[in-house]
């Protein structure tokens, strides 16, 4: 069965600092790997997407992610983070042979930014 | 903005009642799911339809139920309610079966007293 894990419940990080989230993931086929972002009393927006190509991927708000399939890893990153970025973070793998019913979620990284 | 609506966004009731919460696709989205986010649970995906049929069942009860109308806009039943259902309830849409990027909405906040 696949699963995800992020292994850091809660992150609190500077303004300005660089970020990075961890995602180890298992998955017996190719993965199809998400992450996603939840704001307070918001719904969870796409950050970016993998699927296959090239493993470092771009997303929006200026986040990017790597695919480490050696060390079954998407972890997301952000070179400096902003005030508006605390939210909670979720990674999620799938299969495009299968739908998005197959998709399974982290249980989340809530980030806290300090001034 | 999503384009994913859901009401109500917040609903308080008691133990045994039941209580329906509504969905409106993205325009042009055929496939709605209904996911389940609780604290000791995560995100758990409870149902799927597509163009007006149930396409996959995940972990949700037998005292719920769901279904999406000819215009694409889906409701999700909650009956017999127990404390333990108190969760937020999201709604997302996608474009198709396959995977890819959901869509969801605001969810709506279900507090059993």
């Known amino acids: 069965a696949q699963s995800v894990t992020q292994p850091d419940i809660h992150i609190t990080v500077s303004e300005g600092a660089s970020l990075e989230l961890r995602c180890n993931y298992s998955y017996g086929a190719t993965p199809y790997l998400f992450w996603y972002v939840q704001s307070p009393g918001q719904g969870l927006q796409l950050l970016l997407k993998?699927?296959?190509?090239?493993?470092l991927v771009q997303g929006i708000k200026g986040f990017e992610a790597e695919f480490k399939r050696s060390q079954s890893s998407f972890n997301l990153r952000k070179p400096s983070v902003h005030w508006s970025d605390a939210a909670e973070y979720f990674c999620a793998v799938g299969a495009l042979r299968f739908g998005n019913e197959k998709l399974t979620f982290g249980t989340g990284t809530r980030l806290t930014i300090i001034p | 903005d999503s384009g994913v609506t859901q009401t109500p966004k917040h609903l308080i009731t008691a133990t045994g009642q039941r209580v329906t919460l509504r969905c409106s696709p993205r325009?042009?989205?055929?496939?709605v799911y209904w996911y389940q986010q609780s604290l000791d649970q995560g995100l758990q995906f409870l149902i799927q339809?597509?163009?007006?049929?149930?396409?996959a069942k995940g972990n949700i009860l037998e005292r719920f139920s769901a279904q999406q109308f000819p215009d694409l806009h889906s409701e999700l039943n909650l009956s017999s309610l127990e404390l333990g259902d108190s969760a937020l309830y999201f709604c997302?849409?996608?474009?198709?079966?396959?995977?890819?990027?959901?869509?969801f909405g605001e969810g709506s906040r279900l507090t059993v007293l």
């Open positions: 997302a849409s996608s474009l198709d079966r396959g995977a890819g990027e959901l869509f």
């Open positions: 339809y597509y163009n007006g049929e149930e396409r």
């Open positions: 993998y699927f296959s190509g090239d493993t």
């Open positions: 325009s042009g989205d055929l496939s």
